[in-house]
């Protein structure tokens, strides 16, 4: 079964400071691996997204992430954080059916990132 | 486009009464997910479709809950008889075939009381 597993519940960062937020996952075939955000009273947002090819991939917002596959590791990463960044950050895996469509994706826990003026 | 559509976005009812969740994918995406969301459990995938056509239903809590797909552009999640433990937010999501990136709608926020 697949799983994701975010161990940090709340993170504080001081604005301007650099962020990771970690997230390993564990999925039987190739995984496909997202970053969503979340502020409150909104739905989900997607950050980036890794599918294949280049492990370190790019997403809106100034944010990164990179795939290590010896790791199961999918953390993301900011250089310089801004307060607008606070929100829950959602790790995610998922793949495809076999029938073409689209299998479900299973999110982690969430981490809660506050920023600190 | 105008993204995942959800209705209503908030709903309060009486424990025992139905509740019908409602929501209208992206036009072209093919599938179309169920999750609930609570501060105990997190985010839980309820019931997906692929093709109009339930695929998982394993999430499903019990079966006072049902979810439907009568066509390519619409989905119902149905509560009946509702209990104050279903309170939650609930979000549809819809993807493109073959790939799992999801897009969200605002979600439904239900309080059973």
């Known amino acids: 079964a697949q799983s994701v597993t975010q161990p940090d519940i709340h993170i504080t960062v001081s604005e301007g400071a650099s962020l990771e937020l970690r997230c390993n996952y564990s999925?039987?075939?190739?995984?496909?691996l997202f970053w969503y955000v979340q502020s409150p009273g909104q739905g989900l947002q997607l950050l980036l997204k890794y599918f294949s090819g280049d492990t370190l991939v790019q997403g809106i917002k100034g944010f990164e992430a990179e795939f290590k596959r010896s790791q199961s590791s999918f953390n993301l990463r900011k250089p310089s954080v801004h307060w607008s960044d606070a929100a829950e950050y959602f790790c995610?895996?998922?793949?495809?059916?076999?029938?073409?469509?689209?299998?479900?994706?299973?999110f982690g826990k969430g981490t809660h990132l506050i920023i600190q003026p | 486009d105008a993204g995942v559509i959800q209705s209503p976005r908030h709903e309060v009812t009486e424990m025992g009464q139905e509740v019908t969740l409602r929501c209208k994918p992206i036009s072209g995406h093919n599938s179309l997910f169920w999750y609930r969301q609570t501060m105990m459990r997190g985010l839980e995938l309820l019931i997906y479709?692929?093709?109009?056509?339930?695929?998982?239903d394993s999430g499903m809590p019990e079966d006072r809950f049902s979810a439907k797909m009568p066509n390519a552009s619409f989905s119902t999640l149905k509560i009946q008889p509702s209990e104050p433990r279903d309170s939650a937010v609930y979000f549809c999501?819809?993807?493109?075939?073959?790939?799992?990136?999801?897009?969200f709608g605002q979600g439904t926020r239900l309080t059973v009381v």
């Open positions: 999925y039987g075939a190739t995984p496909y």
């Open positions: 999501a819809s993807s493109l075939r073959g790939l799992s990136e999801a897009f």
């Open positions: 479709f692929n093709n109009n056509v339930p695929i998982d």
């Open positions: 995610a895996v998922g793949g495809a059916e076999s029938g073409g469509g689209a299998d479900g994706l299973t």
